[in-house]
């Protein structure tokens, strides 16, 4: 292990430390009593990586070193990779993955997450710890501080074995003498992460920063009492997990793939996802008087529609009995936060946050079949015979003609006859235009020739001043740099790579972060400064894109921008492989900012890259 650090100071793993000869230590990111945990460079890779430190004489080191090799067997894409790990010069050290994003911790800081959102994250991370459970792995610290969503949309899981190791034994809240073992712990805070997506509060192991849940009795209360509006199914996952004893006859949930198969009933096929305006509710018919069950009868009970007042429960019904009404597979909107289901009868019943449907109770019925098309000739026939007329010609009285051919007689439906001998004359015609108009450019071309002007007079409608036929220069851009603005963004989108668009190598590009996600759902865009050095004109804009399509909006300004916000925009277009932007007016301009709106899709994600930019003026 190499020291490259500030003698001042002392310490041999401080900032700027060179750990293996490779891994540059940047930003101390925790101290775990003396075990650290830093943001460091791979300065092989020029990436950024995680790597834990921990003294040869901790009696942690060896644990962390066998923690990472039980990380590294775990196959799941959400588990950050461990990339290598040793021990030297006294210390032993693990590289990990590094992830950019942002904790739940601190998401749940600004608010708690809408229902579903809080069940397709926490499904997430119960598929990814079922998994690690499976190969008896357990993640052994799972906090909101460790479940990160990065900036593409994806979850990703903090610290695998190796922060459990470092912090050790876990105690849920409030409990002083109870000590889980990792994979207890790991599906209580499970039923945890979702209790805090859902209200803003961690019922899970001490060890969080997020306010802690609220207690009755020395009990954790059910989410629905802390928050206005939890999924009565989610409140009852919640309670299976956390309380198992609080219902009697209840079945504990107590494995992480229950919790996973339970959030995957509730989420749903992603495939069912539709879009509220697309969906068109069938009016409901007027409903017949049903006659009323006698006390002893079998018969199924048709309810209501709910009234407002009813909270969109059956009026006269109990909670749990109108509940269990609601069965079959659940659906979704992105424009709601609810959840409803399709009943037995394939019709949708929603749990009062979505407009409720009456069932119909006939099928509609089938639209009458289209008239059959009237046959139409494919070539014109041929006219009718007529004889020579003996008599003066009259003029031709009016007649209403039906047929297919302006000159047909009524209700014939022939097309008229061709005159023979007159084709050649329109040919003819057309010869003599056109040697006419060569002789007239000939004689003006020598008139103009012989009077040593310009033989080519200009165009109707254009300048003739000198500038007017100006061929635009190409402009030459100083310098480019990427723009991923906050809070969206974390400020890079890959910069190395922004000179490719300005190398004139047309296989060299620049690409964006991949997202799951379109444009604007998670960041309003992203895009590229151009550094013009000094004002200049720009009066055409060449793009040169991988993938469509791409929208984008072109912004001039007079100062280096950190956002778009304010700017001028010039121009904007959906664009294909290749888009051409000419201005009405020039711009004189210092820089100007690429801004993408759109991007393509690519692999089932979304990511935009760019070739080339050429500026003219």
């Known amino acids: 292990m190499s020291a490259e650090h500030d003698p001042s100071t002392g310490d041999p793993w401080g900032h700027g430390a060179v750990v293996a000869h490779r891994y540059e230590l940047r930003d101390l990111l925790a101290d775990h ?21 921990v ?34 010069d006294g210390a032993a050290y693990v590289v990990v993955e590094w992830g950019s994003g942002m904790s739940l911790d601190r998401i749940l800081d600004d608010a708690p997450l809408p229902p579903r959102r809080a069940a397709w994250l926490v499904k997430q991370v119960a598929e990814a710890v079922s998994a690690a459970h499976a190969h008896g792995v357990a993640h052994g610290r799972l906090l909101p501080e460790n479940v990160l969503v990065t900036e593409s949309g994806t979850v990703k899981l903090i610290g695998f074995v190796i922060d459990g190791v470092l912090a050790g034994g876990q105690q849920p809240w409030g409990a002083d003498d109870q000590v889980l073992s990792d994979h207890e712990a790991d599906v209580l805070n499970l039923a945890a992460l979702l209790y805090a997506a859902l209200t803003g509060r961690w019922p899970g192991t001490d060890g969080s920063t997020v306010p802690a849940a609220p207690t009755e009795a020395g009990h954790v209360l059910r989410p629905r009492q802390v928050r206005a509006g939890v999924p009565r199914p989610l409140d009852a996952l919640c309670q299976r997990v ?24 509730y989420v749903g096929d992603p495939t069912s996802l539709y879009r509220a305006e697309d969906a068109v509710a069938p009016e409901p018919p007027a409903p017949a008087p049903d006659p009323a069950p006698a006390p002893d009868s079998d018969a199924t009970a048709v309810f209501p529609p709910p009234s407002p007042a009813s909270d969109g429960l059956a009026d006269g019904l109990t909670e749990e009995a109108a509940e269990a009404t609601q069965a079959g597979a659940p659906l ?29 109770r006939d099928p509609a019925p089938p639209p009458p079949p289209l008239p059959e098309p ?20 009259a003029a031709p009285e009016p007649v209403e003609r039906d047929g297919l051919w302006p000159w047909a007689e009524p209700g014939d439906r022939t097309p008229p006859p061709a005159t023979p001998g007159r084709g050649w004359l329109r040919i003819a015609a057309a010869i003599a235009a056109v040697v006419a108009l060569v002789v007239v450019t000939v004689i003006a071309f020598n008139l103009g020739a012989d009077r040593g002007g310009d033989p080519t007079p200009p165009a109707p409608g254009t300048d003739a001043s000198p500038d007017a036929g100006r061929a635009l220069e190409p402009i030459t851009v100083a310098g480019v740099r990427d723009l991923d603005p906050p809070p969206a963004g974390n400020g890079e989108e890959n910069p190395e790579r922004v000179g490719a668009v300005v190398d004139g190598d047309p296989s060299t590009t620049w690409i964006t972060m991949e997202y799951f996600d379109q444009f604007p759902s998670l960041k309003p865009g992203v895009g590229l400064v151009l550094d013009l050095g000094e004002p200049t004109e720009v009066a055409e804009i060449d793009l040169d894109f991988v993938g469509e399509p791409t929208s984008f909006t072109l912004f001039a300004s007079d100062t280096e921008p950190d956002s778009v916000d304010g700017l001028t925009a010039i121009a904007e277009d959906t664009a294909g492989t290749q888009a051409r ?21 690519a692999g089932g994600r979304f990511r935009g890259e760019i070739a080339e930019i050429a500026l003219r003026g």
Do not use: K, N
């Not at 075990?35 to 990586?49: E, G, M, P, Q, S």
């Not at 956390?242 to 995957?264: C, H, I, K, M, Y």
């Not at 932007?581 to 899709?601: A, C, F, G, K, Q």
């Open 33 to 53: 009593a003396g075990a650290r945990f830093w943001r460091a460079t791979d300065r092989i890779l020029a990436r950024d990586v995680a790597v834990h430190l």
């Open 581 to 601: 932007v000419e201005l009405d007016e020039p711009v004189t301009t210092r820089y100007v900012v690429v801004w993408l709106t759109s991007i393509p899709p």
């Open 242 to 265: 956390l309380r198992p004893d609080a219902v009697p006859g209840t079945v504990p949930v107590e494995t992480a793939q229950e919790v996973a198969a339970a959030l995957s009933d």
């Open 55 to 88: 003294p040869s004489d901790d009696p942690r080191a060896r644990a962390v070193l066998s923690a990472a090799r039980a990380s590294a067997s775990v196959p799941d894409h959400h588990v950050l990779r461990v990339l290598d790990a040793d021990e030297q």
């Open 374 to 393: 009237e046959p139409r000739p494919l070539f014109a026939p041929d006219a009718p015979r007529r004889t020579r007329a003996t008599a003066p010609l």
């Open 332 to 360: 979704f909107s992105p424009e709601h936060t609810g959840v409803g289901w399709v009943g037995a009868d394939g019709t949708e019943v929603t749990d009062g946050s979505e407009p409720w449907h009456e069932p119909r």
